[in-house]
Structure formats: structure tokens, C-alpha cells
């Protein structure tokens, strides 16, 4: 569930600066420092013109020439300092809410994977965050030196003359007003990219990870045309973004210039009248134009922190997400073999995916002792994965209850629940690093004996042992340089070796063929631990010899028994077994 909040925005995320708070907050007060010896330059300028080269003094020149060398060092050296610490606590920002984000995505059930999807995750731990790293980067350095620029500019042209110093307000108002009007348009735009930016990530995630079945089914120029058109879209909200905000420079550069100008016309004749000097024109004009950079800046600024607030809003999204599975506060003790309570128990379970009304599974019962075996079988789409996702907890029951070793899974902490379990999903995933790497995923402290041990079991060690490196080997990620059959042997390796209390095969031996999954069945039968074993299988052959077979048709429990008795009693199962056999026939 996501909890709604009315500030979604960049201050919400202040507390990852912690560790950095001093930088964040002594970084400004440097900058605070350079600006105002800019503010002093300029009258140290009216100086220089009207008592030291006006009045032919060659000393005074010197000395206010020294004076802004000394006043531009000091302002350098404040600038360095201030764009060290601004990078210092940006970056340790990012870090600090990147460890936190990554985290809290680990911590996501299967329904929360669901509903935000991969490729938008990838986009908010990387693009999202850097533009909120650079949002307060950018609000460190110019929070305090910008603003200060052009109120004290404005300060020092009233001090110096009251009349002129309108122009300056009129413009300031005017720049101020435009970039009003300019980033209220925009900045709903920015939010609108970033989603464009997940529709291209995800496109390019399934391309490239599907790059096999694109070019088997030549979809090559269907799935070019997608992401054309994905990025076109992109492209063309950013450009009208940059449109709109493109207008920002240009207009107040235009504004700035036509004040400049104003001062010139009505300075010029405060000169001939004696009431100003020349010096306090250049003066003018010098502030004139540090209210005018310090706008375009503020307007740069502004662009920038749109944009990242617009990825704070979606980084909060994420965030403010509560898994809706969790551990308990008081979990129960770790599964245990000991006791007569039944390994499994599925009490009238019912199940309905989040984005789906209908139910996926529902009346599920059966009780399955430890020890025992238990086979799924039925139709694609008739809840086989489902059923034992519940068993792990990867998802929750709609209803019923799911108990293991005579405890609702609701009440293990989820490490003590899946750690009693070896799980081989249906997608086979490998790790790039080396074999030994892979299967220690399951064991980490795992000897080279009981690996090999593991592998000659999942029927692995006469290809692992063929490979030039052995447990060495290096696996591509995902393991590409392997037949879809050696990878589902290693994964079973992998689940195998951490001597799990429950065993669930999700369809592990698809990529095997009959072969080495009949030799695969008798290793695991001739293995001698005391394992609950949960198959699900396509074919009947896989499961005949399971203790007991369920088979499901459309998410409800169509038959429960031995193979035998399902033969004759279970409609269903009898039409999958006929059929199979009457391929094994016709090959």
C-alpha cells in the first residue's frame, strides 16, 4: 500500500543529507561571502573612475586595482570552497538516498514488482536521483548567493540613486513575472518525460533481453518501430519543454539589455546635471548587470530544481510504498521437522492477483506431511506458479490460510520462511561470476565437495566438470553461454545444496530432456534426506511417482490423489496423461 502524503517534493528527501548537513549548510554561507565582495567591487570601480582617473590620481588607481584583486581572490577562494562542499554533500545525497531506495526496493513483495514495473525502477535509482543530486548541488550553490546578488544590487543602485534604481525594480519584477508564467508551464512537462523515459527503458529491457525471440520470430523492424516511435514521443515533449524554457535566457537578457539602456539615457543626463558622476553610472551599470546574471541564473536555477522535483515526487513514490509483506512484529520460531504438524497445509486458499479482479486460485485444501511429495499439474494458466509462490510467501492469500510445518506463513519472518525452502523457479536465473558463485548463492559457506555433491545430483557435473575451468567457469549474466538446460541443472544445484526441509521445482525439468529428467528423479529419490518435495510439471511422467498429485484446472483443485486413482477417477488428469502418451506415440 502507498501512503499519501500532500508534500511529495525535494524537502522531503532533506533527511539523506545526513552526515552532510554541515556541508550543506556551511556552503551557502561561502557563497553568501563572494557575493558580497561582487557587491563591493562595483563601488570600488566608481572609486577608481571618479578619484582616481578623473582626478589624475595614478596612487588611487593602484590602490583600487590592488583592492579588487584582493576582493576577486577572496571572492575566488570563497566560489572554490563553497563548490567543494556543494559536491561533497550532493553526492553523499545521493548515495545516502540510493542505498536507501535500493533497499527499500529488496524489500518489495512480488505486487509492488508489479505494479511499478523494472524498467521504471532502474529509471528512479539512477536518472531520478541524479537529477535530485544535482538539484541540491545547485540549491547549495545558488540558494543564498542569487537572491542576495540581486536584492543587494538593487539596494546599492537606490543608494546611489533612488530615481534609476526604479528601473532596476521594474525589471526585476518583469524577469520575475516571465519566469512565473514560463516554469508554471513547464513544469508539468518534466513529470511527463520521466514517464516517457520508463516507456523507452522498458523497451529497452525487453529488446535486448529478448533479442533471441525478436530475431526467431523477425520482429526485428516491428520492434525498431516501437521504440522509434517511443522516442519520438520523448524527444518531442522535451523539446517542447525546452521550448518554453529556452524563452527564459533570451527574455531576460532582452530585459536586462533594455535597462541598461534606461540607464544609459536617463543616467547620461544626471551626468550633464551634475547630479551623479561617471563613476556611479559604471556603478549602475555594473549592478545592473549582477541583477541580470544573478536572474539568469535564478531562472537556469529553477529549471533544474523543476526537474528534480518533479523525479523527488516519483522518488517519494517508491518510498512512501509499505511492503504489503513483511514480518510479523513477534515472528514465530524458524520451521522445524520436528513434531507431527504437516509440512504444508492449504486450507480453503483463494488468491486474486492485485491488477485482477477474478481469482487465480481458490478452494485450494490438502495437507502434505514432511517427507511426503506432492505433484501440480494442469493446463497453462491454471495457477500452478501461483499456488506455490504462496508457499514462500511471495504473495499473500486472499483468503484461507497457508500453513508450513503447522505455522501460518504469515507469522515467520520471511528470512527463517524462505531460508527452510529451496526454490527453482520457472525462469532460470544465473549470476555473472563463476559457477562456484552461483551455487554458493544457496550456501554460502558451502565446500567444494558438498557443490560437487549438489551438481552430481541436478545431473550438472558432467558438463560443469567438462567446462576448461570447472567450478571456475564463468557465467555470462544471466547465463547465456549456457543451453537452457544447463542452466535449470545448476539452478536445482543451487536449491539443493542449502538442504532445504522444502524442495519446490517449478517446472525444472522443462529445459531436460526425458532422459536426464528421469535420472534427475531418481538421484533426488535416491538422495536420503528427509525433503518435502512440491513438483510442478507439465509432464505426467515428472510426478506419477509424487506421493500425491494435484491437479488444477482454471485455479480450483480438480482431483488430489495418486497417479493410479487420478487415472481413474479425475477426467482431466487423465485426458493430460492420454495425450502426452499419444505423442510419446506418434515421435
Excluded at 19 to 30: H, K, L, Q, T, V
Aim: proline share 3%.
Amino acid at each position: 500500500m502507498i501512503r499519501r502524503t500532500k508534500n511529495s517534493k525535494m524537502l522531503r528527501l532533506i533527511k539523506f543529507l545526513k552526515g552532510y548537513r554541515a556541508a550543506a549548510i556551511a556552503g551557502p554561507f561561502f557563497k553568501l561571502a563572494e557575493a558580497v565582495f561582487e557587491l563591493i567591487i562595483p563601488l570600488a570601480v566608481a572609486s577608481l573612475v571618479d578619484s582616481g582617473i578623473a582626478a589624475g590620481d595614478k596612487f588611487r588607481v593602484i590602490n583600487m586595482g590592488l583592492a579588487m584583486l584582493a576582493l576577486g581572490a577572496a571572492g575566488l577562494a570563497f566560489s572554490l570552497s563553497c563548490q567543494y562542499l556543494a559536491a561533497k554533500a550532493s553526492l553523499g545525497f545521493g548515495t545516502n538516498l540510493r542505498k536507501t531506495l535500493y533497499s527499500r526496493i529488496n524489500k518489495f513483495g512480488y505486487d509492488e514488482l508489479d505494479r511499478f514495473g523494472a524498467p521504471s525502477l532502474v529509471t528512479r535509482l539512477t536518472n531520478d536521483i541524479n537529477q535530485a543530486q544535482t538539484g541540491v548541488a545547485m540549491f547549495i550553490r545558488l540558494v543564498l548567493r542569487a537572491p542576495l546578488i540581486a536584492a543587494g544590487s538593487i539596494i546599492m543602485a537606490v543608494i546611489i540613486s533612488p530615481k534609476l534604481s526604479l528601473i532596476f525594480i521594474a525589471m526585476a519584477a518583469a524577469v520575475s513575472v516571465s519566469l512565473y508564467i514560463i516554469m508554471s508551464r513547464t513544469s508539468p512537462v518534466y513529470g511527463k518525460i520521466q514517464k516517457q523515459l520508463d516507456r523507452v527503458a522498458l523497451l529497452s529491457r525487453e529488446n535486448l533481453s529478448g533479442a533471441r525471440v525478436v530475431r526467431a520470430f523477425s520482429r526485428e523492424d516491428d520492434e525498431r518501430a516501437d521504440f522509434s516511435d517511443a522516442a519520438q514521443t520523448l524527444s518531442k515533449t522535451s523539446r517542447a519543454a525546452g521550448a518554453i524554457a529556452g524563452l527564459l535566457n533570451p527574455l531576460t537578457y532582452a530585459l536586462a539589455n533594455f535597462a541598461v539602456i534606461c540607464v544609459l539615457w536617463f543616467g547620461g543626463f544626471s551626468v550633464n546635471s551634475g547630479t551623479l558622476t561617471q563613476g556611479k553610472i559604471v556603478a549602475l551599470i555594473n549592478y545592473l548587470i549582477q541583477v541580470q546574471l544573478s536572474l539568469v541564473v535564478v531562472a537556469n536555477f529553477i529549471v533544474i530544481f523543476t526537474k528534480a522535483s518533479a523525479c523527488a515526487k516519483r522518488i517519494n513514490e517508491a518510498l512512501d510504498v509499505t511492503p504489503a509483506i513483511r514480518d510479523p512484529q513477534n515472528p514465530a520460531p524458524p520451521p522445524s521437522t520436528d513434531g507431527d504438524a504437516p509440512a504444508i497445509e492449504f486450507k480453503d486458499v483463494g488468491f486474486a492477483y492485485a491488477l485482477n479482479a477474478s481469482e487465480s486460485l481458490g478452494g485450494i485444501n490438502f495437507v502434505l506431511n514432511a517427507g511426503e511429495s506432492l505433484g501440480v499439474i494442469g493446463s497453462t494458466g491454471s495457477g500452478k506458479t501461483t499456488l506455490v509462490n504462496l508457499i514462500g510467501r511471495f504473495y499473500d492469500v486472499t483468503s484461507g490460510a497457508v500453513s508450513v510445518f503447522g505455522t501460518n506463513v504469515k507469522d515467520y519472518a520471511l528470512k527463517d520462511l524462505r531460508s527452510a525452502i529451496g526454490y527453482v523457479p520457472q525462469a532460470n536465473t544465473l549470476f555473472y561470476g563463476t559457477v562456484r558463485d552461483n551455487i554458493l548463492w544457496g550456501k554460502p559457506d558451502a565446500t567444494d565437495a558438498q557443490i560437487l555433491s549438489a551438481l552430481q545430483t541436478a545431473q550438472a557435473a558432467d558438463f560443469v566438470n567438462a567446462l576448461a575451468d570447472g567450478l571456475d567457469a564463468v557465467i555470462e549474466q544471466g547465463g547465456k553461454n549456457l543451453s537452457g538446460g544447463q542452466k535449470q541443472r545448476l539452478c536445482i544445484a543451487r536449491a539443493l545444496i542449502r538442504e532445504p526441509k522444502i524442495l519446490i521445482l517449478d517446472d525444472s525439468s522443462a529445459a531436460l530432456d526425458y532422459a536426464t529428467d528421469a535420472a534427475l528423479r531418481r538421484a533426488l529419490a535416491a538422495d536420503g534426506r528427509t525433503v518435502t518435495a512440491v513438483t510442478v510439471s507439465q509432464r505426467a511422467n515428472s510426478i506419477r511417482a509424487c506421493s500425491r498429485i494435484l491437479v488444477l484446472d482454471e485455479g480450483r483443485a480438480v482431483g488430489l490423489g495418486a497417479h493410479s486413482g487420478l487415472l481413474r477417477d479425475c477426467a482431466v488428469y487423465r485426458e493430460i496423461c492420454s495425450s502426452q502418451e499419444s505423442e510419446a506415440a506418434a515421435k
